[in-house]
């Protein structure tokens, strides 16, 4: 079956760096998205990898192994409004999204 | 770029009603839309896959009977919710992805929250 696993919450401290790591197992693999979703709203796209190595975007950077079937979105400079869920989708060999449960963070001063 | 527009945002109606949800792209085109229904602190879950001219593809347990899409022009698709139950209270959110872009992101509207009483 296909499976995306991250942890459910994590805590960080503001201005600290911040690492959430997300496994995946598809059926073919084209790719690996990072969202970002604030507390009712919806989603807005952060990365996207396909080759692996490690892709950097301002504060936020994104890692893939695909040998390894992993992932990591990297935080730096923590900020107070960077409390969110981080959601890890892994595209398949049909171009499907396969999402995972999400993973809080929450930032404390 | 790449803007959806998802109206309306909010919705409170009596059981029974039947509500229609509106997802655009304003600037581009949408040969797919996504619709999706995520539950308090729940993941996103897929209901199903719209295609511009064709029936939409429902995930599996998704009634579409009651969850009605439509994709009638390449820049709008809409969710009707028939007859509505207290337990269709939830977070709808559709998607779109710009055509010819296997590998792209999805752009997501800002969602409906539909409270049935």
């Known amino acids: 079956g296909q499976n995306i696993d991250q942890p459910t919450e994590m805590t960080a401290t503001e201005g600290a760096i911040v690492q959430i790591n997300c496994t995946y197992q598809?059926?073919?693999?084209?790719?690996l998205f990072w969202y970002q979703q604030h507390a009712g709203e919806a989603p807005t796209f952060l990365s996207y990898?396909?080759l692996d190595g490690l892709e950097e975007k301002g504060r936020f950077s994104s890692f893939l192994s695909r040998s390894k079937g992993y992932s990591y979105l990297l935080l730096k400079e923590l900020q107070m409004k960077d409390s969110a869920s981080y959601l890890c989708?892994?595209?398949?060999?049909?171009?499907?999204?396969?999402w995972g449960a999400g993973t809080k963070l929450i930032i404390k001063p | 770029g790449a803007v959806v527009s998802q109206h309306p945002s909010w919705v409170i109606c009596k059981s029974g009603t039947s509500v229609k949800i509106e997802c655009r792209s304003l600037?581009?085109?949408?040969?797919?839309m996504f619709w999706y229904r995520q539950f308090p602190k729940q993941s996103l879950m897929l209901m199903a896959t719209?295609?511009?001219?064709?029936?939409?593809?429902?995930e599996q347990g998704v009634e579409k009977d009651k969850f009605l899409i439509n994709h009638a022009s390449l820049t709008l698709s809409t969710l009707t919710v028939t007859s509505a139950h207290p337990e269709d209270s939830s977070f709808y959110i559709c998607?779109?992805?710009?055509?010819?872009?296997?590998?792209?992101?999805?752009?997501f509207g800002d969602g409906t929250r539909l409270s049935i009483l």
């Open positions: 998607s779109a992805t710009e055509p010819d872009r296997g590998n792209q992101p999805q752009h």
């Open positions: 600037d581009f085109q949408a040969t797919t």
């Open positions: 719209s295609n511009e001219g064709s029936k939409a593809t429902y």
């Open positions: 598809t059926s073919g693999f084209n790719g």
């Open positions: 990898n396909v």
């Open positions: 989708a892994a595209l398949d060999s049909n171009y499907q999204l396969i």
